[in-house]
């Protein structure tokens, strides 16, 4: 893929679209960045402030934009929605969400477009799936950004209580980017040992079954946290979607846990939610199938039961 080929369309430019444009304009990964925004005001203020800083990063055309933009778009990234407000959960923003990404989606689909959508907004697996059926596209080209950013939450939070560099942890969580996420404690390792064969020998727990519990509780509920604290999440979402797009423009075949509709792998069908999955520049090219310990398979089990709720509610309520 050429340079000025890769051509990115951001549609919401919120919090989380303005903060993952910044970011990936220090990358040099796109050569033009286009945002769409309902609200024009806004639009026009970010924009005109991400071009101010055009002469401290690699080139890039960033502009505001319309749907039009889509139809020769590489990717197409959407944090356009309502977000949480403090207490509430993401499945809670399910309805109003689903409805502006139905018509978002019908708006892209009249241009054409060849692109790989990202969805963003919450609740997100349940938006990956409406987005999918809605586009008509096939799966692999409509991916949700999944657990990536609960994933990093976990491999940092690891990386602080083990005193080890995050980047020599590999470690997932799966399922629903939401409450009933689960930490995949079988594939968690520490520069290739395993977890369970470092926490006896480290010394640096007092109890480390009990402490792998309390991460994974801090984990799960960070967003609540963050948005008690200050209203939002959006910087470790903004590198989050870095790393996922630099995927696919550099078809990286990178293992990310991005939402994808599973066709029976991990025993799970027509579902949407974050399993490690091969990344390319064509969207997912196949999920990796790890084997998960009973425990960990039970939950992920309930999780995609969670969400197959989630869709049917919002079935029922149309
Ligand atoms: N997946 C993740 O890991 C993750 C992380 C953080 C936030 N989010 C989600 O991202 C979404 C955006 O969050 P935010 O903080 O940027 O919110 P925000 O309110 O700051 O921005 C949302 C933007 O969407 C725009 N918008 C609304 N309807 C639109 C439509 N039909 N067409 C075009 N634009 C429209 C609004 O005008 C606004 O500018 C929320 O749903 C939030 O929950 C997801």
Redesign the pocket.
Known sequence: MQKQERKVVV???????ATYVYALMHTGLAGEIVL????QK?LKGEVMDLEHGLAFVQPVEIRAGDYSDCADANLIVV??????IPGQS?LE?TQR?AD?VK??CDQINRCGSEAVLVM???P?DVLTQVALKRLDWPRERVI??GTV?DSARFRSMLGRHCGVDTRNIHAYILGE?GDSEVAAWSMTNLAGISIDEYCPVCGRCYDWETERREIEEAVRRS?YHIIDYKG???YA?GF?LVRIVGAILRNEMSVLSVSTVLDGEYDIRGVSLGVPSVVCQTGVKYVMEAKLSPKESEALSRSASILRDAIAELKRAR
């Not at 549609?11 to 679209?17: K, L, M, Q, S, T």
């Open positions: 549609i919401g430019a919120g919090f989380v679209g769409v925004d309902l609200d806004r944090t356009a929605g309502a977000k949480q993401r923003l969400n502006i018509s978002i963003v907004a919450n997100v949700g950004s950013l980017h967003a939002a999440t959006y979402v989050a």
